[in-house]
């Protein structure tokens, strides 16, 4: 792990965040949406456990095209449902949308990022979410509207919608260095929560901040290992930030 010189992090030009499991709660709302569909296609045996499992396995061993896609694909086979694989995602994103607006941050990363809006300093969001869901938590989620709304905070958000390549591809950070013309690339940084999102950081060869969620701990190591710092809490980076600058 390595340590941020003197008032490194006071000169940043950007932070660009991930957003599910970094900003906001949403990856275990996402597995209990996961397990209602495979619930919903007939499967009253198979643990959630199991069907997690299963799905991330499928989702690991999907390089294109849309993942969700290809999986609610891959759950039409299996369950030989009388519905089709677009279907099948229409009912996921209906499920999604009534979730997404009981979403919430993370303890303290409403602080953070108003934090570094008084210091100036720009931010992106980078989120392998719809367009959709984005427009939900600024719109309809009246906790997140409150609290710090994504809209008003962040200087550009990109969406799955806006790229062609999924994470650990550094395509979605690729596109924010262009859109920002970063030259130096030391003065950017990213908060992330994943293995993939760390990965696809390092790619573009940018800074990288883990926050802890624990549901990558099953990647720990590996991101404690890639990151160039790693923090339990948005307290710990905010303190982190305040002794640099």
Same mark, same amino acid.
């Given at each position: 792990m390595r340590v941020f010189s003197e008032k490194e992090l006071a000169n940043l030009d950007l932070v660009i965040f991930d957003l599910d499991g970094t900003l906001i709660d949403s990856n275990g709302v996402n597995n209990d949406l996961d397990v209602e569909l495979v619930r919903w296609l007939?499967? #009253?045996k198979s643990s959630s456990e199991?069907?997690?499992?299963?799905?991330?396995?499928?989702?690991?061993?999907?390089?294109?095209?849309?993942?969700?896609? $290809?999986?609610?694909?891959?759950?039409? +086979? +299996?369950?030989? #449902?009388?519905? #089709?694989?677009?279907q099948i995602l229409q009912h996921r994103r209906d499920l999604s949308k009534e979730l997404s607006k009981s979403i919430k941050f993370k303890p303290d990363a409403d602080k953070m990022i108003k934090y570094l809006k008084s210091k100036n300093i720009k931010m992106a969001l980078a989120t392998v979410s719809r367009k959709e869901t984005i427009d939900i938590y600024i719109n309809e989620n009246?906790?997140?509207?409150?609290?710090c709304n994504l809209q008003e905070y962040f200087d550009?958000?990109?969406?799955?919608?806006?790229?062609?390549?999924k994470k650990p591809n550094p395509e979605v950070y690729n596109?924010?260095?262009?859109?920002?013309?970063?030259?130096?690339? #030391?003065?950017c940084l990213v908060i992330e929560d994943s293995l993939t999102g760390v990965l696809a950081a +390092?790619?573009?060869?940018? $800074?990288?901040?883990?926050?802890?969620?624990?549901?990558?701990? +099953?990647?720990?190591?590996?991101?404690?290992e890639l990151a160039d710092y790693n923090v339990d809490s948005y307290?710990?980076?905010i303190e982190l930030f305040k002794k640099e600058c």
């Amino acid at each position: 792990m390595r340590v941020f010189s003197e008032k490194e992090l006071a000169n940043l030009d950007l932070v660009i965040f991930d957003l599910d499991g970094t900003l906001i709660d949403s990856n275990g709302v996402n597995n209990d949406l996961d397990v209602e569909l495979v619930r919903w296609l007939g499967d #009253s045996k198979s643990s959630s456990e199991e069907i997690l499992l299963e799905r991330d396995n499928v989702i690991k061993n999907n390089k294109t095209g849309d993942i969700y896609l $290809n999986y609610c694909e891959y759950l039409r +086979k +299996k369950y030989n #449902s009388k519905f #089709s694989k677009e279907q099948i995602l229409q009912h996921r994103r209906d499920l999604s949308k009534e979730l997404s607006k009981s979403i919430k941050f993370k303890p303290d990363a409403d602080k953070m990022i108003k934090y570094l809006k008084s210091k100036n300093i720009k931010m992106a969001l980078a989120t392998v979410s719809r367009k959709e869901t984005i427009d939900i938590y600024i719109n309809e989620n009246e906790y997140m509207k409150n609290k710090c709304n994504l809209q008003e905070y962040f200087d550009y958000i990109i969406t799955k919608d806006d790229v062609t390549l999924k994470k650990p591809n550094p395509e979605v950070y690729n596109n924010i260095i262009d859109k920002f013309k970063i030259t130096d690339l #030391s003065r950017c940084l990213v908060i992330e929560d994943s293995l993939t999102g760390v990965l696809a950081a +390092k790619r573009a060869n940018l $800074n990288v901040i883990a926050i802890y969620d624990k549901y990558s701990d +099953k990647d720990r190591e590996k991101i404690n290992e890639l990151a160039d710092y790693n923090v339990d809490s948005y307290q710990e980076l905010i303190e982190l930030f305040k002794k640099e600058c």
